[in-house]
């Protein structure tokens, strides 16, 4: 499947969360947010550029269309995305390349793809903080777009009960 990458330059945060909501309605699969800006990715054959031009002139911001390269993160990217220690220490994320932190209470290895989260966006550390919270037992969590499986793993490391993972992306399951 050939995919488009677009990338709106040095973007606010709050901008890019807008942006990623409008472009999913537009049929856009998947985000990544750095330094650099927002990074979003479409499939070639939905790809409209003059739907594009509305966006762009309603937020003021400017866009550079190119054929993505689809598949694993390059060790470049990885470097970009170092472990990271969560819950007040509790929770140590890496991927598979990364050494091991033995000291770590709980410790997820991921499988670093382009579109899915290494654990450094606001939003899984406040999820993962929550999860670390909560005393279950005998409780089925849900983990919708489950990406990476960040939470969906911790889930199923700190409950008792079922954990279930879904996605409709096909490189969650790849």
Not at 39 to 53: C, M, T
Not at 69 to 85: F, K, L, R, T
Not at 151 to 158: F, G, I, K
């Amino acid at each position: 499947m050939k995919t488009i990458e677009i990338l709106f330059p040095g973007l606010r945060e709050q901008l890019a969360e807008v942006l990623i909501a409008e472009l999913s309605l537009l049929g856009y699969e998947s985000f990544w947010e750095s330094d650099e800006g927002l990074r979003a990715y479409v499939p070639a054959d939905l790809f409209d550029e003059r739907a594009l031009l509305p966006l762009s002139q309603q937020y003021g911001v400017a866009f550079q269309k190119q054929a993505a390269s689809v598949g694993e993160w390059s060790p470049a990217e990885e470097d970009q995305h170092p472990p990271i220690w969560l819950a007040e220490g509790k929770v140590y994320i890496r991927n598979q390349q990364q050494p091991p932190e033995p000291t770590a209470p709980i410790s997820l290895v991921i499988e670093s793809k382009l579109s899915f989260g290494s654990g450094h966006h606001p939003s899984t550390a406040l999820c993962v903080d929550w999860i670390m919270q909560q005393a279950w037992s005998d409780q089925t969590v849900l983990d919708v777009g489950t990406g990476s499986g960040i939470l969906a793993l911790l889930a199923d490391r700190h409950t008792q009960g079922t954990v279930e993972g879904f996605d409709n992306n096909p490189w969650a399951i790849e």
